[in-house]
């Protein structure tokens, strides 16, 4: 089962594209990327997953590389809302999410 | 919103008490989770239902005692807890498919004295 490796903090201006990274080099074939986001005391919250191929929605883009060895979220005009912990994702077997320890990403006004 | 709720929000127990944490959720799903989120660390899966049935348990202490009654519905009983347990603990649910996201509700906070 794959593993993640993400900052664990970083900063953005307010307005700003926020591009968060995550490494997942042992990843399988068949494994899926997830992204969740965390604000302060509340639950966890879905933005966005993806296989091999970018994707994108509402909320973010998701950049995976041709390997598949690493990915990138994208918040393209980061508010001071987006302040929140962000978790890169590989479930480890059907219905198991494990979650690390994220990426604290603080946006500056 | 998200689609679930839990009850209480927030929850002060000494370790005496009996108490129960409620989830409930109205998007559909049939498969349900509970989450333990400690100080400073990651959330834990604790236990995992499908269609009513548990499927997964974590290795949780038997203090901690998990009822599904429903699809919708979700509990966590709680009894002679430790002070080490006081915690945020968060229900989700999916559709039991695997790849299925998961959404959570917003956690019930809990104290133990």
């Known amino acids: 089962d794959a593993k993640t490796t993400q900052p664990p903090s970083m900063d953005c201006a307010e307005g700003r594209a926020a591009n968060l990274p995550c490494n997942h080099s042992?990843?399988?074939?068949?494994?899926?990327v997830y992204w969740y986001r965390q604000i302060h005391s509340q639950g966890p919250q879905y933005i966005i997953h993806?296989?091999?191929n970018n994707e994108t929605n509402e909320m973010a883009s998701l950049i995976i590389t041709e390997d598949r060895k690493s990915s990138t979220l994208i918040l393209p005009h980061a508010t001071l809302r987006d302040t929140a912990v962000y978790y890169c994702?590989?479930?480890?077997?059907?219905?198991?999410?494990?979650f690390g320890q994220g990426t604290r990403l603080t946006i500056n006004p | 919103e998200t689609g679930v709720t839990q009850t209480p929000r927030h929850l002060v127990m000494g370790m005496t008490n009996k108490k129960s944490l409620k989830c409930e959720q109205h998007l559909g799903h049939n498969a349900m989770y509970w989450y333990k989120q400690s100080a400073k660390k990651p959330l834990e899966l604790m236990f995992v239902y499908n269609f009513k049935e548990q499927t997964e348990n974590n290795s949780v202490p038997s203090r901690f005692s998990p009822e599904c009654p429903n699809s919708s519905h979700l509990f966590l009983h709680l009894h002679t807890l430790q002070p080490e347990d006081s915690a945020l603990y968060l229900c989700a649910s999916s559709q039991p498919q695997g790849r299925e996201t998961q959404y959570f509700g917003p956690g019930t906070r809990l104290l133990v004295l």
């Open positions: 042992t990843i399988s074939g068949n494994e899926y």
């Open positions: 993806g296989l091999k």
């Open positions: 994702i590989v479930p480890q077997g059907a219905q198991k999410l494990v």
